[in-house]
């Protein structure tokens, strides 16, 4: 996979730590951007990914070859900005063929700023990850055909990985805001929450657009506050329940301010409902452990078992960090596992309407086996209610 001098033609290039370059053609924004390499096996949902703000930090390989097939459209976005920093593709990016697309993804990358490479032996790459752990890289995109590689590699090399790196401030909002936008529906398109019965206050690590509307559908009043937001912030609002969202980075490092918050909700025995980074720093919280994975989780084609009702359920994952299940206290039930590779995938409390699960159940890209979790967290606020 290593080669030193540029192929004729070769209009882009991906730059490891260890020194391997892989050449391409250049899509979408010219320049470069450094982050850590991952692959995600999605089928679809390409937009939805590039704007997740959990991929932060973060250049996907795409396991998929036709990518660009749907088109890009205004409404599939995750939050206002790219969270990603690149992308990597088998096959030139498709020509949209969808009644719902706006314009060509080549163009919405270019749009965003976003940098990315075609014609990489993606299975080569995944394979790579897969054995050896995510590497660091720098995706360049030069349509003069001039590389500085050596450059690039001693940038990939200087770049210290996301362990330690709390990125949840990059992504998060910075004000307050209310959210009444329910979930697409096939003829009308998105919706807005009209009779509201609950009020919960999210705590906006990375919060996807989508799990705001799978809780405005289930009669959530929803309040989105800060990543840095106090407990006195949030009980200010007198919610009814609280949500932790997802995110990018360390939870541990975003934990040296969240979880002091954390600990202050649980004390006030209010129902609550984490998602992915809220999963793993509601452990934290706990008294619970996190850790680095080695290739991480992320696609829409991931087993877990409920092991609280033993159906198994087709998810959709994103994240590098998981909970350690075995530093979990007593109190502490763990409720999912992965079937791929045993990992923690969610818990609750014995004694608290409190929840998390690891995985993406609002979807987006994805199935939707999980929604059940947004009626579960809402049951648990009429419970409390009554």
Partial sequence: MT?????????????????TVLWGRG?????KAIGEVCFNTSMTGYQEIMTDPSYAGQIVTFTFPHIGNVGANPEDVET??????????RDDITEPS????????????????LVGIAGVDTRALTRRIRDAGAPTGVVIHAPDGVFDIGAALAEAQAWPGLEGMD??????????????QTRWEHGSGYGALENPKRKVVAIDFGAKRNILRCLASTGCDVTVMPATATAEDVLSHNPDGVFLANGPGDPAATGTYAVPTIKALLDTGLPIFGICLGHQM???????????????????????????????????????FQVLAESLPDTVEVTHVSLFDGSNEGLRLKDRPVFSVQYHPEASPGPQDSHYLFQRFVDLIDAQKR
């Fill in 3 to 19: 080669h030193t001098a540029p192929p004729p033609g070769a209009t882009a290039a991906l730059v490891l730590a260890d020194g």
């Fill in 27 to 31: 899509i979408g924004a010219t320049g």
């Fill in 167 to 180: 990125l949840a401030k990059d992504v998060s909002c910075t004000q307050t805001y209310h959210w009444d």
């Fill in 98 to 113: 969808n009644w719902r697309a706006a314009r060509d993804f080549d163009d919405w990358l270019q749009s965003f700023g």
């Fill in 282 to 320: 509601l452990a934290l919280a706990l008294g619970g452990q996190t850790g680095k994975m080695a290739r991480g989780h992320r696609g829409a084609n991931h087993p877990v078992k409920d092991l609280t009702t033993g159906k198994v359920e087709i998810t959709s994952q994103n994240h590098g």
């Fill in 80 to 89: 206002g900005t790219t969270a990603a920093r690149g992308l990597v593709l």
